[in-house]
């Protein structure tokens, strides 16, 4: 019985990082990796392009404002700057005409490419707000990782109450 029962409380805990993994990865596919491949574009056009499709989705899953912190707001979470930057930076890139100098074109993808991406010990990731793939149900995922948590320790106790019992 300590068994079933152990097992079963590590499900929920299973099913949520299964889910969050799954809403990661839908992020990154339909936004997440757009950034990226505007920072590694090699032309003004690709980068509107790749651009583009990340603020249309944006814009599509409201998410233009709004914090995706769960207990207090820091700058590093607020939507509403990291999207209006995203939209100076296209706005940029829609300025650039065709008699645009190649320099002036290099300069202009050099500094989107830096407002794109944040360089660290690990070497380059996208610019976004931590979170942002779930959002806007963070408080919710918030309170589905703890129970779930505590619900696989309590399974994890009756496993190992099971294993050491003599």
Not at 64 to 74: E, P
Not at 76 to 84: L, P, T
Not at 89 to 117: D, F, H
Request: include cysteine; charge should be negative; glycine fraction near 6%.
């Amino acid at each position: 019985m300590k068994v079933a029962l152990g097992c079963f409380l590590l499900i929920p805990l299973l099913i949520f990082t299964t889910v969050r993994t799954v809403k990661k990865v839908r992020y990154d596919i339909d936004c997440g990796g757009h950034l990226k491949r505007a920072a590694d574009a090699n032309t003004v056009e690709i980068a509107k392009i790749e651009l583009k499709t990340t603020l249309d989705y944006l814009k599509e899953n409201e998410m233009t404002k709004g914090y995706t912190s769960v207990l207090y707001q820091t700058p590093d979470e607020d939507i509403a700057f990291w999207f209006n930057n995203l939209t100076q930076s296209y706005g940029e890139l829609e300025r650039v005409t065709e008699n645009a100098s190649q320099l002036e074109k290099s300069n202009l993808l050099i500094k989107l490419r830096e407002t794109l991406l944040d360089h660290g010990k690990d070497g380059d990731t996208v610019t976004e707000p931590l979170g942002i793939s779930i959002y806007p149900n963070n408080v919710m995922y918030a309170w589905w990782a703890l129970i779930s948590g505590l619900m696989a320790c309590v399974g994890v106790g009756l496993l190992l109450w099971k294993i050491f019992e003599h």
